[in-house]
């Protein structure tokens, strides 16, 4: 499974091992500023539910669920400045996931119609 994205600023990707990882997207940071804290919570939740929470130098923003789904683990070793910089590579991951459903990552799209969401015009949207 390629990245996936949400138009919550979320992607989603299939690891190696085949688990599910999601983590914000570059325009996500482009909009928050720098990123400086994670809390994300541990517990079942539904399409469009705060996940948790990211603080940076601009506000604290909610991270909403791309499609019903169990949280497994949160990143807390997440490396802030790897974050900042590609918050798009794998490792940056901030949660650890399982749909409820496997038809819930029908909810999401792919990178190109990210970025036509987007309007086109983000420079470091995916490609």
């Given at each position: 499974?390629?990245?996936?994205y949400?138009?919550?600023?979320v992607?989603v990707?299939?690891?190696?091992?085949?688990?599910?990882?999601?983590?914000?997207?570059?325009?996500?940071?482009?909009?928050l500023?720098?990123?400086?804290?994670f809390d994300?919570?541990?517990?079942?939740?539904k399409?469009?539910?705060?996940m948790g929470?990211?603080?940076s130098n601009k506000?604290v923003?909610?991270?909403?669920?791309?499609f019903?789904?169990?949280?497994v683990?949160?990143?807390?070793?997440?490396n802030?400045?790897?974050l900042?910089?590609?918050p798009?590579?794998?490792?940056?991951?901030?949660?650890?996931?399982?749909?409820?459903d496997?038809?819930?990552?029908s909810?999401?799209?792919?990178?190109?119609?990210?970025?036509k969401?987007?309007g086109g015009q983000?420079?470091?949207s995916?490609?």
């Amino acid at each position: 499974m390629n990245k996936q994205y949400s138009k919550n600023h979320v992607w989603v990707t299939r690891t190696e091992e085949g688990k599910f990882i999601l983590g914000i997207t570059q325009h996500a940071i482009d909009e928050l500023g720098t990123v400086s804290y994670f809390d994300g919570y541990d517990a079942d939740t539904k399409l469009d539910e705060s996940m948790g929470t990211v603080e940076s130098n601009k506000t604290v923003a909610d991270i909403y669920a791309p499609f019903d789904l169990r949280i497994v683990k949160c990143n807390n070793d997440i490396n802030y400045d790897k974050l900042n910089d590609d918050p798009e590579q794998d490792e940056c991951w901030l949660f650890e996931i399982l749909p409820d459903d496997i038809s819930g990552l029908s909810n999401l799209i792919t990178a190109e119609e990210y970025k036509k969401f987007l309007g086109g015009q983000v420079e470091n949207s995916p490609t």
